[in-house]
C-alpha cells in the first residue's frame, strides 16, 4: 500500500511562486512513475505534470517554462516548484504515483493553491 501526502499549497498573488511537495510512504514502489494533476471548479482534472522512475519530465503546454517537476528518490518526494502564477493556475493539486509494472495507481488528497490580487 502507498501512501501520499501533498503540502506547500496556498494563497499568492499572480506573478509570484510556491513549490508543493508530495511525500510517499509504504511499500512495493520502487519503480514508479509520479505526476501532478490539478482540478479547478467545474472542470476535469487535468495533468499538470509528470515524471517517469528514469527521470524524463513532461509538462502541459500552459505551464511549459513557469514549472518545474523533479523526484528526490532518497527521500520519495516529488516537487513542483510553480514560478510566474497566474489567476488560471487555481486549483486543487493532486500528486499520482502510478507503479510501472502493475500500473495501479494512487492519489494523494489534493492541496488547494490560489492565485489572486
Known amino acids: 500500500q502507498v501512501q501520499l501526502v501533498e503540502s506547500g499549497g496556498g494563497l499568492v498573488q499572480p506573478g509570484e511562486s510556491l513549490r508543493l511537495s508530495c511525500a510517499a510512504s509504504?511499500?512495493?514502489?520502487?519503480?514508479?512513475?509520479m505526476a501532478w494533476y490539478r482540478q479547478a471548479p467545474g472542470n476535469e482534472r487535468e495533468l499538470v505534470a509528470s515524471?517517469?522512475?528514469?527521470?524524463?519530465?513532461n509538462y502541459a503546454d500552459s505551464v511549459k517554462g513557469r514549472f518545474t517537476i523533479s523526484r528526490d528518490y532518497a527521500k520519495r518526494t516529488v516537487y513542483l516548484q510553480m514560478n510566474s502564477l497566474k489567476p488560471e493556475d487555481t486549483a486543487v493539486y493532486y500528486c499520482?504515483?502510478?507503479?510501472?509494472?502493475?500500473?495501479?495507481?494512487?492519489w494523494g488528497q489534493g492541496t488547494q493553491v490560489t492565485v489572486s490580487s
Open positions: 499520482n504515483l502510478q507503479l510501472v509494472f502493475s500500473g495501479r495507481s494512487y
Open positions: 515524471i517517469s522512475s528514469g527521470g524524463s519530465t
Open positions: 509504504g511499500s512495493g514502489f520502487s519503480l514508479n512513475n
